[in-house]
Every structure is written in C-alpha cells, then in structure tokens.
T-cell receptor
Framework: DAKTTQPTSMDCAEGRAANLPCNHSTISGNEYVYWYRQIHSQGPQYIIHGLKNNETNEMASLIITEDRKSSTLILPHATLRDTAVYYC?????????????FGKGTHLIIQP | DTEVTQTPKHLVMGMTNKKSLKCEQHMGHRAMYWYKQKAKKPPELMFVYSYEKLSINESVPSRFSPECPNSSLLNLHLHALQPEDSALYLC??????????????FGSGTRLTVV
C-alpha cells in the first residue's frame, strides 16, 4: 500500500466545514483513497472512499485531485462529536483480506 | 446486524493467567482481524483470518493465540502476558473477495491491563 502524509492535528470551529488534507503522491492507478476515523476509546469507523471522482455520502465528501496525488475529506458542518483521529489510507479496493495499515492520522478537534 | 461485538470490554489479568477475548459478527463477512492499539498510537495489525483460516500473522509472540471456530466468531487466547501487552485490542471484519463498499467494520475493543 502507498504511504500517506497527514497533518498531526487540526482545529475547527463547531458548525464550520472541516477540511482534512492527505498527500499520497505514490498512489498507484488501482488504489483507492479510504478515510476512517476513531473517536476516543472506540474502534475505527469507515467514512468514505473513492478512486478519482469526488464522492459524497451522509457523513462527508471526498475531493481527489486530478493527478490523484492528494485528497481532502470535508465534514460540511462539524459538531463536537466529530472530534476524533482521522486516518487516510490508500489501498486496492477489494484487495483481499490483507488488513488495513494505519498511519498516524490527523487529530481533529472541534472547538465549541 | 451491522456490528462487530467484542467481549469483555475491560479485562485485568495477571502475568500467569490465561484469558480469552471474543469477537463476533453476523454480517456474513469472511475475513476477520485482530489489531493491537497502544495509547496515542494507530492500530497495528496482528492476525488475519480469511475463510476461517489464518492467512497473516504479523510476527506476533506466541503468548497470543488466535482461533476462528466458525465464520462468525474469532477468539484471541492470552497466556503469560507481560505488562507491555496492556493495550486496546480491536477486532474487525470485512467482506473478503468482494467489493468493500462499506469498508472494514470494527468492534469497540477490549481494554486489556496486565498486572
């Protein structure tokens, strides 16, 4: 799996959009960008994933640059419950049971 | 049922004890995983079971012994652990061999303390 680079921590005001960047300059053509988050003392939770088109679901939006070397996870209206560590992972979709490899992630703190 | 259930939620054990962690899912997922997570660190993969067979062991010490009795159940047997093994142990499952439309599903973990 390609490696990713994320900021260690970010702050965002409650009610504002939280934009979390991820660099993955060595991503391969068949690798997807996945985002998970881990709220304190819970297991990681899947958020969204995409290949090259922008994706949106009920939790977030994923914007992938045209060259696919970076992406941004957007939480449109952040709440205090969105305070968590956010992990960006690149891997082949349906890549088999090889396990996810987590980097250090971004600790997002939503301020009231 | 869209959950992975782990029991117990908390466990304190002595270094000479034998204990087991249990993980259960009823989503029809055919791959199950054990992760270890130390404080302020990302989860680290320990074992992978695919179709009830151990497919990946990330050089985990033998004092950790995984078992997959059936496609819904995953156990982690613990024996002669050290205090440095204290951590959050996470179980996950995924639909191996099919599109991971919804990604991996994780349990809430077992908080293990070795005294």
């Amino acid at each position: 799996d390609a490696k990713t680079t994320q900021p260690t921590s970010m702050d965002c005001a409650e009610g504002r959009a939280a934009n979390l960047p991820c660099n993955h300059s060595t991503i391969s053509g068949n690798e997807y960008v996945y985002w998970y988050r881990q709220i304190h003392s819970q297991g990681p939770q899947y958020i969204i994933h995409g290949l090259k088109n922008n994706e949106t679901n009920e939790m977030a939006s994923l914007i992938i640059t045209e060259d696919r070397k970076s992406s941004t996870l957007i939480l449109p209206h952040a709440t205090l419950r969105d305070t968590a560590v956010y992990y960006c992972i690149v891997r082949v979709e349906g890549g088999g049971a090889d396990g996810l490899t987590f980097g250090k992630g971004t600790h997002l703190i939503i301020q009231p | 049922d869209t959950e992975v259930t782990q029991t117990p939620k908390h466990l304190v054990m002595g270094m000479t004890n034998k204990k087991s962690l249990k993980c259960e899912q009823h989503m029809g997922h055919r791959a199950m995983y054990w992760y270890k997570q130390k404080a302020k660190k990302p989860p680290e993969l320990m074992f992978v079971y695919s179709y009830e067979k151990l497919s990946i062991n990330e050089s985990v010490p033998s004092r950790f012994s995984p078992e997959c009795p059936n496609s819904s159940l995953l156990n982690l047997h613990l024996h002669a652990l050290q205090p440095e093994d204290s951590a959050l142990y996470l179980c996950a499952s995924s639909p191996s061999g099919t599109r991971e439309r919804y990604g991996y599903t994780f349990g809430s973990g077992t908080r293990l303390t070795v005294v």
